[in-house]
């Protein structure tokens, strides 16, 4: 894990340049999110910079954003107006929270990128109220156009750590096959698909 930290710790600073291209999608996912953490406590887990935290945290009642790069944090901490945001640094396999906290759970872009994301849903499981609600958006890259490939291997060169490649039907199914039931899905048009997920509790 530790490759993956310094990886995300040396691209915190040109995160943001590099997501604005999909500026479009994010906005449609943030007018979904909206919506289900209106009045909510919400937990982010891999926030980066921020990004979606501060784009919805007028709608939470309070967010826990937690990544576990300390350079994504200061990044996302420099520009933070809102007092019902608070960044940390956290690691999602081990979250320091007791069970059954959060109303909302989001985890974007990150199941991907992290060896077994399986580990990290059954933490999510834990600290989610049980009728809470998990938000997974993610790049389902398996899905990739002939250039969208093209920009995944320079990025796997680049050293992006990309561990699983779902299309938007296997990533569906893996979140049920983990104790997940999808209440709704969209995917989204970007670079990569991005499959949008809103999932609720079921028994593993």
């Not at 990150?110 to 990290?120: G, M, R, S």
């Not at 989610?128 to 609600?133: H, N, Q, R």
């Amino acid at each position: 894990m530790q490759e993956h930290k310094n990886f995300w710790d040396k691209n915190a600073g040109r995160y943001d340049r590099f997501m604005r291209k999909d500026r479009a999608a994010y906005e449609e996912m943030y007018a979904l999110i909206w919506p289900v953490v209106k009045g909510k406590t919400v937990l982010e887990l891999a926030t980066g910079t921020g990004l979606i935290a501060k784009s919805i945290v007028n709608a939470a009642a309070h967010i826990e954003a937690t990544d576990a790069s300390v350079g994504m944090i200061a990044e996302a901490k420099r520009d933070n107006q809102s007092a019902k945001l608070h960044f940390s640094v956290q690691d999602m396999f081990r979250l320091p929270y007791a069970d059954k906290s959060f109303d909302v759970v989001i985890v974007s872009n990150a199941l991907h990128i992290v060896p077994q994301p399986e580990k990290a849903l059954a933490e999510i499981h834990r600290v989610l109220k049980d009728d809470g609600v998990l938000i997974a958006p993610t790049f389902t890259h398996a899905g990739n156009s002939f250039s969208g490939k093209v920009r995944a291997f320079f990025m796997k060169l680049a050293g992006f750590p990309l561990h699983s490649k779902w299309t938007s039907e296997e990533y569906l199914r893996f979140l049920q096959q983990n104790g997940w039931a999808v209440r709704k899905s969209v995917v989204l048009k970007a670079s990569f698909p991005l499959t949008y997920a809103e999932c609720e509790k079921t028994e593993v």
